[in-house]
């Protein structure tokens, strides 16, 4: 006879209620394990397929997909065509929802899926139109590049063509549970071009460095602000290729080159103020897509084989981007089988998701690496404009209008009205309308001012192009030839081939400016003097060096030529610190070892020696502090070595003292929106300051009736900080640790600050102890106004060794895949904080020793 049973005991002899309460948990059970399975499968659901066979329309022949242990692809083909398809289709298994909020960001359609909060962000990339200007690229690009564009759109598409948006990722679940009701469009060309209008605005330079400068006069003269913005030491910090670049072609004329400025600049009245202030609030709430502030920035160097344990050359290159998961990279491999003149491909790198080729890497034949150079494209213009009219030389003309239409999810349609100037579109629409000027320039009619923008990026260019050419290229000369094609953003460029040689070529569009602008502060827009003159400096007067004496190039951002250098590039370097650690530490191994091993450029990577602390300790040190409870922090000081390591209670120390000094110094003289943050320009400008202990920054304005001096804020720096380590950390200074205030936080771009647990939940990971800071080489940044996580930091590293390309090695910020929960979504991150690198399998044989699956992508039949 059958008994019914739980725990043991006979069920029928319960009490009424107890069963019916049995039942209910019974049932709640069934009902959350059903949840969660239904949850795990909507989770696993777009992972993407690994092995086996996937027939793929528009195949020519049989492709190869191997991934190793980290899910890392490697593309094998026997044409580019089919290279290019199937790194789409790659690319839309592993991150297509990456890529889609990606050409909505840059077509101006967030708006489409996020509604009415990313509308601001919608109009401000509608007017600068930066899809229009890639559909007009599209045009430009060589046939090639345009086949291979078209190639990867289709391979895209493919995907998109057998999946279901919850097949494709779980954020299109999550959002379609919202009630968006959202389909995935096809992919095309100028989806992926629109991207590196993306890239080029987060590295666009000093844009806001020129508002900053006009909100600081408010209250200082011209003499107290340029103490915030220091020239750049050319003796302690040397530039990339010396104190005079070798340059070939047309010299800029004598009235535009360095020195022989002398801009008349317009008086800022406290409209202009407002208008550009409220201009830097829009700005600033832009989504990063690659990241903003003072930490983006890049190291990379090469060291000849002359030097090196390998006889050949070694390259390093650790790109300093926003902190996101997923990360902006996606490692790839490239390889035609047979590598001919048709299919000249065999390259492997860092990719960007909705963009053909490898951006960072090498081939069989050349190695390369990317730092951002920073040049001065972008110019503010102050505009005098009277309803449908702007004033130039004397003469009243037409603005120039066009309208498009936003769709907002949830919301109603907008209307944008975009106005622009012949010096480009007027931003300051979008911010607050045009600002209303309480007092004009002499000699200029009363009416409203506007702030246009005048940029390098909103000119059609082919730097498409320069991508699959770099891929390609097998010497020096082919390398050249295709840089001269990246027009924006300008970089830095470091080379390393198998013959030997090394070297570095800044490519990239870069005005020249009329006698009257020098790009530091908005222009007046009224004045022909201060325009642009049409023309840019010409590639073979960009620097460039090839095998230099040292023996090694470096590249941190840094100054790239010396001041007898013809051209103007810019005068907002970073301040070079990275840079002369990097050099600093090459040189100590030569003097040591004789030879550099791939092993210390990987510890260099790692270097987190704060530049600032040598300067400031010893002044701190001198603060004569309480004995005990306050001093105990000075004991730390008195005991560190200036390095910054995660469990560092000296570094932890410093970092608060730090981050309190520019607020007791600045906060009170400076707007909130231009708070230090604390990097490489503050260092500088602190320095200074530490040598003039009565300046009028010391004092605190908010005390009227004290006079601050140097050591009042050092001293109050101190206690604050030791109050703060207490309040955050531990009673104890042993137990203070600068990770536990360093923390890096990877969150979706997209879905990770949406205010919903779960979601949260769903795509952020959080909670890495770090070392490392602003302005080491160990570049993790932090902002000084905001607190002390990590807002940007190197978004990959790799050493390349052209002796034995299978000897090279990589780390990705996160992982390969952009789909929560894969394995492969975050597997690379610990290895990342422990400064760890993966093997980098190049030739055919090292990719099928470490492979762990394989997938064949095969042609479809044709449709009957």
Same mark, same amino acid.
């Given at each position: 006879?059958?008994?019914?049973?739980?725990?043991?005991?006979?069920?029928?002899?319960?009490?009424?209620?107890?069963?019916?309460?049995?039942?209910?948990?019974?049932?709640?059970?069934?009902? /959350?394990?059903?949840?969660?399975?239904?949850?795990?499968?909507?989770?696993?659901?777009?992972?993407?397929?690994?092995?086996?066979?996937?027939?793929?329309?528009?195949?020519?022949?049989?492709?190869?997909?191997?991934?190793?242990?980290?899910?890392?692809? !490697?593309?094998?083909?026997?044409?580019?065509?089919?290279? =290019?398809?199937?790194?789409?289709?790659?690319?839309?298994?592993?991150?297509?929802?990456?890529?889609?909020?990606?050409?909505?960001?840059?077509?101006?359609?967030?708006?489409?899926?996020?509604?009415?909060?990313?509308?601001?962000?919608?109009?401000?990339?509608?007017?600068?139109?930066?899809?229009?200007?890639?559909?007009?690229?599209?045009? $430009?690009?060589?046939?090639?590049?345009?086949?291979?564009?078209?190639?990867?759109?289709?391979?895209?598409?493919?995907?998109?063509?057998?999946?279901?948006?919850?097949?494709?990722?779980?954020?299109?679940?999550?959002?379609?549970?919202?009630?968006?009701?959202?389909?995935?469009?096809?992919?095309?060309?100028?989806?992926?071009?629109?991207?590196?209008?993306?890239?080029?605005?987060?590295?666009?330079?000093?844009?806001?460095?020129?508002?900053?400068?006009?909100?600081?006069?408010?209250?200082?003269?011209?003499?107290?602000?340029?103490?915030?913005?220091?020239?750049?030491?050319?003796?302690?910090?040397? &530039?990339?290729?010396?104190?005079?670049?070798?340059?070939?072609?047309?010299?800029?004329?004598?009235?535009?080159?360095?020195?022989?400025?002398?801009?008349?600049?317009?008086?800022?009245?406290?409209?202009?103020?407002?208008?550009?202030?409220?201009?830097?609030?829009?700005? !600033?709430?832009?989504?990063?897509?690659?990241?903003?502030?003072?930490?983006?920035?890049?190291?990379?160097?090469?060291?000849?084989?002359?030097?090196?344990?390998?006889?050949?050359?070694?390259?390093?290159?650790?790109?300093? $981007?926003?902190?996101?998961?997923?990360?902006?990279?996606?490692? =790839?491999?490239?390889?035609?089988?047979?590598?001919?003149?048709?299919?000249?491909?065999? %390259?492997?790198?860092?990719?960007?998701?909705?963009?053909?080729?490898?951006?960072?890497?090498?081939?069989?034949?050349?190695?390369?690496?990317?730092?951002?150079?920073?040049?001065?494209?972008?110019? /503010?213009?102050?505009?005098?404009?009277?309803?449908?009219?702007?004033?130039?030389?004397?003469?009243?003309?037409?603005?120039?209008?066009?309208?498009?239409?936003?769709?907002?999810?949830?919301?109603?349609?907008?209307?944008?009205?975009?106005?622009?100037?012949?010096?480009?579109?007027?931003?300051?629409?979008?911010?607050?309308? %045009?600002?209303?000027?309480?007092?004009?320039?002499?000699?200029?009619?009363?009416?409203?001012?506007?702030?246009?923008?005048?940029?390098?990026?909103?000119?059609?260019?082919?730097?498409?192009?320069?991508?699959?050419?770099?891929?390609?290229?097998?010497?020096?000369?082919?390398?050249?030839?295709?840089?001269?094609?990246?027009?924006?953003?300008?970089? @830095?460029?470091?080379?390393?081939?198998?013959?030997?040689?090394?070297?570095?070529?800044? &490519?990239?569009?870069?005005?020249?400016?009329?006698?009257?602008?020098?790009?530091?502060?908005?222009?007046?827009?009224?004045?022909?003097?201060?325009?642009?003159?049409?023309?840019?400096?010409?590639?073979?007067?960009?620097?460039?060096?090839?095998?230099?004496?040292?023996?090694?190039?470096?590249?941190?951002?840094?100054?790239?030529?010396?001041?007898?250098?013809?051209?103007?590039?810019?005068?907002?370097?970073?301040?070079?610190?990275?840079?002369?650690?990097? +050099?600093? /530490?090459?040189?100590?191994?030569?003097?040591?070892?004789?030879?550099?091993? #791939?092993?210390?450029?990987?510890? =260099?990577? $790692?270097?987190?020696?704060?530049?600032?602390?040598?300067? $400031?300790?010893?002044?701190?040190?001198?603060?004569?502090?309480?004995?005990?409870?306050?001093?105990?922090?000075?004991?730390?000081?008195?005991?560190?070595?200036?390095?910054?390591?995660?469990?560092?209670?000296?570094?932890?120390?410093? @970092?608060?003292?730090?981050?309190?000094?520019?607020?007791?110094?600045?906060?009170?003289?400076?707007?909130?929106?231009?708070? &230090?943050?604390?990097?490489?320009?503050?260092?500088?400008?602190?320095?200074?300051?530490?040598?003039?202990?009565?300046?009028?920054?010391?004092?605190?304005?908010?005390?009227?009736?004290?006079?601050?001096? +140097?050591?009042?804020?050092?001293?109050?720096?101190?206690?604050?900080?030791?109050?703060?380590?207490?309040?955050?950390?531990?009673?104890?200074?042993?137990?203070?640790?600068?990770?536990?205030?360093?923390?890096?936080?990877?969150?979706? &771009?997209?879905?990770?600050?949406?205010?919903?647990?779960?979601?949260?939940?769903?795509?952020?990971?959080?909670?890495?102890?770090?070392?490392?800071?602003?302005?080491?080489?160990?570049?993790?940044?932090?902002?000084?106004?905001?607190?002390?996580?990590?807002?940007?930091?190197?978004?990959?590293? =790799?050493?390349?060794?052209?002796?034995?390309?299978?000897?090279?090695?990589?780390?990705?910020?996160?992982?390969?895949?952009?789909?929560?929960?894969?394995?492969?979504?975050?597997?690379?991150?610990?290895?990342?904080?422990?400064?760890?690198?993966?093997?980098?399998?190049?030739?055919?044989?090292?990719?099928?020793?470490?492979?762990?699956?394989? /997938?064949?992508?095969?042609?479809?039949?044709? #449709?009957?």
């Amino acid at each position: 006879m059958a008994v019914d049973m739980v725990g043991g005991l006979g069920f029928r002899g319960w009490p009424r209620a107890a069963r019916v309460a049995t039942y209910v948990a019974a049932g709640l059970v069934v009902l /959350l394990i059903g949840m969660l399975l239904t949850a795990v499968h909507l989770v696993r659901q777009p992972f993407p397929q690994t092995t086996g066979e996937i027939e793929v329309p528009g195949l020519t022949g049989r492709v190869e997909v191997v991934r190793d242990d980290a899910g890392i692809p !490697q593309v094998y083909a026997d044409s580019v065509d089919d290279l =290019m398809r199937a790194q789409g289709y790659v690319h839309a298994q592993e991150r297509f929802f990456e890529m889609d909020v990606r050409r909505h960001a840059t077509a101006g359609r967030l708006a489409e899926m996020f509604g009415s909060a990313a509308l601001e962000s919608d109009e401000y990339v509608r007017t600068m139109g930066w899809r229009r200007v890639a559909e007009q690229e599209l045009a $430009l690009v060589s046939p090639e590049t345009r086949a291979a564009l078209t190639a990867y759109a289709d391979g895209v598409n493919a995907y998109l063509d057998t999946h279901t948006p919850s097949e494709i990722a779980v954020e299109y679940t999550v959002l379609n549970a919202g009630g968006l009701g959202y389909e995935p469009e096809p992919w095309t060309p100028v989806d992926s071009l629109a991207w590196l209008k993306a890239m080029a605005w987060d590295l666009r330079g000093n844009m806001t460095d020129e508002i900053d400068r006009v909100l600081a006069l408010a209250g200082h003269s011209a003499r107290e602000v340029a103490q915030l913005y220091p020239p750049y030491d050319y003796d302690a910090h040397r &530039p990339i290729v010396g104190q005079g670049a070798v340059v070939d072609g047309v010299f800029e004329q004598d009235a535009t080159a360095p020195g022989t400025r002398n801009p008349r600049r317009p008086a800022y009245t406290a409209d202009m103020r407002g208008a550009l202030a409220r201009l830097r609030a829009g700005l !600033q709430d832009l989504p990063p897509l690659l990241g903003h502030g003072d930490g983006l920035g890049s190291n990379s160097w090469v060291v000849s084989g002359d030097h090196t344990d390998t006889g050949g050359p070694l390259l390093a290159n650790d790109p300093h $981007l926003g902190v996101s998961v997923p990360g902006v990279w996606m490692q =790839m491999g490239l390889h035609c089988r047979e590598v001919t003149e048709d299919c000249p491909l065999d %390259v492997a790198g860092f990719t960007f998701s909705g963009v053909p080729g490898v951006i960072i890497g090498h081939n069989r034949d050349i190695a390369w690496g990317f730092t951002n150079l920073g040049p001065d494209v972008s110019d /503010l213009y102050l505009e005098k404009v009277e309803g449908s009219r702007w004033r130039y030389d004397g003469r009243w003309r037409p603005l120039r209008t066009r309208t498009e239409t936003i769709k907002v999810h949830g919301g109603d349609d907008v209307t944008l009205t975009i106005r622009s100037t012949a010096h480009g579109p007027l931003l300051s629409d979008v911010a607050d309308d %045009v600002a209303e000027a309480g007092e004009d320039p002499p000699g200029v009619p009363p009416g409203e001012y506007a702030v246009a923008l005048q940029w390098t990026a909103l000119q059609p260019s082919t730097t498409a192009d320069a991508v699959l050419g770099i891929d390609a290229a097998t010497d020096w000369d082919e390398f050249r030839a295709a840089a001269a094609s990246f027009a924006v953003p300008a970089q @830095n460029l470091v080379y390393a081939d198998r013959e030997g040689h090394i070297g570095y070529q800044a &490519p990239g569009l870069v005005p020249i400016r009329k006698s009257g602008n020098d790009g530091l502060l908005p222009a007046a827009g009224w004045k022909p003097e201060n325009d642009w003159t049409g023309d840019y400096v010409p590639f073979d007067g960009l620097p460039s060096v090839l095998d230099p004496d040292d023996g090694f190039v470096v590249t941190a951002n840094q100054a790239v030529t010396g001041p007898d250098y013809p051209y103007f590039l810019t005068d907002d370097w970073d301040r070079g610190y990275r840079a002369q650690r990097i +050099r600093d /530490l090459i040189q100590r191994q030569l003097d040591g070892d004789g030879t550099v091993s #791939a092993g210390d450029m990987l510890a =260099m990577q $790692l270097d987190d020696l704060n530049p600032m602390a040598a300067e $400031l300790v010893p002044y701190l040190l001198d603060v004569d502090l309480p004995h005990g409870y306050y001093s105990a922090g000075q004991w730390q000081l008195r005991h560190w070595d200036f390095h910054q390591g995660a469990d560092s209670a000296g570094a932890a120390y410093f @970092n608060a003292v730090w981050r309190n000094l520019l607020a007791l110094t600045f906060h009170d003289d400076l707007p909130a929106d231009i708070w &230090p943050a604390g990097g490489d320009r503050w260092y500088a400008v602190v320095t200074e300051l530490l040598h003039d202990p009565e300046s009028a920054w010391w004092d605190d304005k908010l005390t009227p009736d004290l006079d601050e001096t +140097r050591d009042d804020i050092l001293r109050q720096a101190l206690l604050d900080a030791r109050d703060e380590l207490t309040r955050r950390q531990a009673l104890d200074s042993d137990h203070w640790t600068w990770g536990h205030l360093h923390r890096l936080d990877l969150h979706h &771009p997209s879905l990770g600050e949406s205010g919903i647990g779960p979601v949260e939940w769903l795509v952020n990971r959080d909670g890495w102890e770090v070392g490392g800071g602003s302005s080491t080489v160990d570049a993790t940044a932090w902002d000084a106004a905001d607190g002390y996580d990590v807002v940007s930091a190197p978004s990959m590293r =790799m050493v390349v060794s052209p002796a034995d390309w299978d000897a090279s090695r990589w780390i990705n910020l996160t992982g390969v895949s952009g789909h929560p929960f894969d394995q492969h979504y975050t597997d690379q991150t610990d290895l990342y904080v422990d400064g760890r690198t993966l093997p980098w399998p190049f030739t055919q044989d090292a990719v099928s020793d470490a492979a762990a699956d394989v /997938l064949t992508l095969e042609p479809a039949p044709a #449709a009957d």
